[in-house]
């Protein structure tokens, strides 16, 4: 009914990729200007949702696309990006993928991609600190740690410290729990991410009534919001529990000036996107980030990845050309690219590091 409306009277059209795959634009639509949020969704040219928006990206004069994560694991993926919106462009920077093509594929796209991060348009917002908080593993942790190992279970790996039943005995539990009363003393509310189900109510349960309430994918966009806004008048040391996949993107959350990772996440745009939530505008106190890892553990391989793909983006995405120029004009003044294998790959090639450094075989 609204297509049939749009397509007779006009005007602004908004939609979700999900929707445009079951009902895309009408072959006779001419559109005049097309703009497409969160873009780095439509990355795999092989997927339903990507080829929806390019199909009605062909009916359009105009098309923006709109990331704050063009590059997340290789960079082809922000080709594929600028193929569907130059084509031209893309022609040039293809193949260049090593840090030493970086400042020329910069300059190569400079004339369809501009970035702004929050220091540029955002000159309040206050500081934003970022720890890692190291622990060693218990006995208790190591044999749970062995075990997941020897199971191949790479999710049950990923949750090192947090497997085992008796929180007492966590190192990241305990560590959480030092953060929480560092918060609380300081008159500050928290918001605490993991992947996992798991992981989340064991942290409700750690808070007790601090906890506001944990979202997930099952809770809905009224129920989400409702959490955060009984987070603005809570008490001192108050947390939202939250799913990464679910609370990490699209809410606002400046009430909470905390942020605490469970478990580093194999892509940064994960992290990113979830500190954005307390760590934007409105936002009137420093913003701290805890990492909770573990020495000599899954944690340490992923943090390498992490830091690989971190250097990728900065030297391929994190700047734009035209972007530096209109800044300047404003205030008046040996390692290789190829992070892009797939994840089950990633996690194989860590599952099988970890096992040979601490000399045990799977199934």
């Given at each position: 009914?609204?297509?049939?409306?749009?397509?007779?009277?006009?005007?602004?059209?908004?939609?979700?990729?999900?929707?445009?795959?079951k009902i895309p634009v009408p072959p006779t639509v001419t559109v005049n200007m097309m703009v497409v949020d969160e873009a780095h969704y439509i990355k795999n040219p092989e997927a339903q949702r990507t080829q929806a928006v390019v199909a009605a990206g062909q009916r359009a004069e105009r098309i923006l696309y709109m990331s704050g994560t063009p590059l997340e694991n290789k960079v082809e993926e922000m080709q594929f990006l600028i193929r569907c919106l130059q084509p031209e462009i893309a022609e040039q920077i293809e193949g260049m993928k090593q840090l030493t093509q970086a400042e020329e594929f910069r300059s190569a796209i400079a004339p369809v991609y501009l970035r702004r991060v929050r220091e540029d348009v955002l000159k309040e917002l206050p500081e934003l600190i970022e720890k890692e908080q190291w622990g060693l593993m218990t006995h208790e942790e190591m044999t749970a740690y062995e075990n997941a190992l020897m199971s191949d279970n790479f999710m049950a790996v990923r949750q090192v410290s947090w497997q085992i039943s008796d929180m007492s005995k966590s190192t990241k539990a305990q560590r959480l729990i030092e953060i929480w009363e560092e918060a609380k003393e300081g008159g500050r509310k928290l918001i605490i991410f993991s992947f996992f189900k798991d992981v989340l109510y064991k942290v409700s349960g750690l808070l007790g009534d601090y906890c506001i309430g944990v979202i997930d994918g099952s809770i809905s966009s009224e129920e989400r919001q409702k959490m955060i806004d009984e987070l603005k008048t809570a008490k001192d040391g108050s947390a939202l529990v939250a799913q990464i996949q679910a609370g990490g993107v699209g809410l606002n959350i400046q009430a909470a000036s905390v942020v605490v990772f469970c478990e580093p996440q194999i892509k940064p745009s994960l992290e990113t996107q979830a500190v954005a939530r307390a760590y934007r505008m409105g936002q009137s106190r420093s913003v701290l980030v805890h990492r909770l890892l573990i020495q000599d553990s899954v944690d340490e391989r992923v943090m390498e990845i992490l830091h690989t793909k971190g250097e990728l983006f900065e030297q391929f995405a994190d700047e734009s050309v035209i972007g530096r120029?209109?800044?300047?004009?404003?205030?008046?003044?040996?390692?290789?690219?190829?992070?892009?294998?797939?994840?089950?790959?990633?996690?194989?090639?860590?599952?099988?590091?970890e096992k040979k450094r601490l000399g045990i075989a799977g199934k």
């Open positions: 009914m609204e297509m049939t409306q749009w397509v007779s009277d006009g005007g602004v059209a908004i939609t979700t990729y999900e929707t445009l795959v120029m209109d800044i300047q004009a404003n205030e008046g003044n040996e390692s290789d690219g190829e992070a892009g294998v797939s994840e089950k790959k990633l996690m194989t090639n860590i599952m099988e590091q």
